[in-house]
């Protein structure tokens, strides 16, 4: 079974966002997510110093089965990439909310984050999604 | 809920993530579609393709029968056991499908695709009228795929001293009726190993032999990107209806000479005005994936198609066959509004475990 992670917000895109004791927000995909996908092959990371918006495209995720867009889930400046992603994708399987982190924002605004999903409101979106 | 395969409660056992495919409940991984992958190219792997649909033809025209529905040339078969590829065209020299025929005591035994058989089995009955030729499907057989550089081994480990001598005898393309067991040195991953028809129980039993032997089953979704490396043809995807084999990179498996097989008089005039298009290869040399409909580009214009496109594990990068309407120039594919180049190439890509193709060769 995925797990949901009680203290991440969630896109029902399938990103997860926490927030960090700086205030930075890290962002990846959820183990719901990866399992869907199935074997990662390739990550499109944005760029440091890059603007993202909440809700809009900021990379890719490609795996065996399809390319999906990864959105931002909240709005800022992309302040580190996980470099390891680019040899390793498939650490996105292995460890989807630790070593498979994709990127981490400086956000412009927290309160972005009141309009994502709770792990409930994501798990019962997830099971909506498969019936 | 789809049909099920007679191993379907051991690919629930092993944990597989089952997916529809044309109506039936298939595996298509249990846990890493890669490492199923390299596990085929580096040790074994076992497959249940019992979904496939098996007929068996006799009666006296069976030969004369073949002659006439199929582009490959049955009468090339004149060893006990041998098969052929072949495409089965319509009148208009279109792909029905494709399949493989073997010569057996019998007459002949026919393996087609799951997702034509209906359609075939009415155009092969339909073809068979006014002719002796008895179609009879073998829906009791279970069919497991056996591939790898270590599948012979295996398989020898676990079967009986009879069963041995025939996989022992068998050439290439080659398949033998023992008792209940159609076994085949057959496959559709580029890679040595054997296929092999039996009674479900068998297969059952045969399957958990495989599996404690360490052969490691595998999904559906390693046996496309293997057979994709392998170079090998997918009907559906890279041959249909809207195209000649000669469009399918299978002018090897047509043969003309005087024969009047269903389609050739349309091949012929194919030939002298000229294939319309081809089926390529092609090689992505940076990040990212090449997927099926993806558009195809030569220079600034749009040339083709990408017909099946896939990350090859072997090679760590993307490859893919593609129907275009010209080999010669620069090519490159549209990933999602990133257009990149690739390199046009010769399936296939991959054999024995080892990268083969070749940069192609504009006439």
């Given amino acids: ?131 | 809920m789809g049909q099920q395969t007679q191993l379907y409660a051991l690919h629930n056992a092993a944990g597989a993530k089952l997916v529809d495919f044309a109506g039936w409940d298939m595996p298509v991984h249990y846990g890493s579609q890669i490492e199923e992958h390299h596990a085929v190219r580096r040790h074994a792997g076992v497959f249940d393709v019992s979904h496939m649909t098996i007929v068996e033809i006799s009666g006296a025209d069976s030969s004369s029968y073949l002659d006439l529905l199929l582009a490959n040339d049955i009468n090339r078969l004149q060893e006990q056991g041998k098969a052929i590829y072949s495409a089965m065209l319509n009148e208009t020299g279109h792909v029905l499908d494709d399949l493989i025929v073997y010569l057996v005591p019998s007459g002949y035994l026919m393996v087609v695709n799951c997702a034509t058989r209906e359609k075939d089995l009415a155009w092969m009955q339909r073809c068979s009228e006014g002719l002796d030729v008895k179609l009879a499907e073998r829906q009791d057989l279970a069919i497991l795929a056996v591939q790898g550089p270590k599948a012979r081994q295996l398989i020898d480990q676990v079967v009986d001293d009879p069963r041995r001598q025939v996989i022992d005898s068998l050439k290439v393309f080659q398949g033998k009726w023992y008792e209940d067991w159609f076994i085949a040195r057959t496959g559709y991953t580029g890679e040595r190993g054997f296929e092999i028809m039996l009674p479900g129980a068998a297969a059952q039993n045969l399957w958990q032999k495989l599996v404690a032997a360490g052969v490691k089953p595998i999904g559906l979704g390693a046996r496309d990107t293997l057979r994709l490396e392998g170079g090998m043809n997918l009907y559906g995807n890279d041959m249909d209806e809207t195209v000649s084999p000669l469009e399918s990179n299978m002018a090897g498996t047509v043969v003309l000479g005087d024969r009047n097989f269903v389609g050739a008089q349309a091949i012929r005039e194919e030939i002298s005005r000229g294939p319309a298009k081809l089926l390529v290869g092609l090689v992505l040399h940076e990040k990212g994936v090449l997927r099926a409909h993806y558009p195809v580009y030569c220079g600034d214009q749009l040339v083709g198609e990408i017909t099946s496109g896939a990350y090859s594990p072997t090679l760590n990068r993307s490859i893919a066959m593609a129907r275009v309407s010209t080999a010669k120039g620069d090519f490159s594919v549209e990933i999602r509004g990133r257009t990149v180049p690739v390199e046009l190439v010769h399936p296939p890509f991959v054999r024995n475990g080892k990268q083969v193709y070749k940069a192609w060769q504009a006439d």
Avoid at chain 1, 1 to 23: C, K, N, T
Avoid at chain 1, 51 to 57: D, F, M, N, P, Y
Avoid at chain 1, 87 to 108: A, C, L, M, Q, R
């Fill in chain 1, 1 to 131: 079974m995925a797990e949901f992670p009680g203290e991440l917000h969630y896109l029902e895109s399938h990103e997860w966002a926490r927030v960090e004791e700086d205030g930075s927000v890290t962002v990846g995909i959820s183990d719901h997510a990866q399992d869907e996908l199935g074997d990662v092959v390739f990550v499109e990371l944005p760029e440091i110093d890059s603007e993202v918006i909440a809700k809009q495209e900021a990379g890719v995720v490609e795996s065996v089965k399809a390319a999906s867009d990864i959105y931002a889930p909240v709005s800022g400046t992309v302040i580190a990439i996980n470099d390891k992603l680019e040899e390793e994708p498939e650490i996105v399987n292995d460890s989807p909310y630790d070593d498979g982190w994709f990127f981490k924002i400086s956000p412009t605004d927290l309160d972005e984050l009141k309009s994502l999903l709770s792990a409930a409101e994501y798990k019962e979106s997830c099971e909506d999604d498969a019936h």
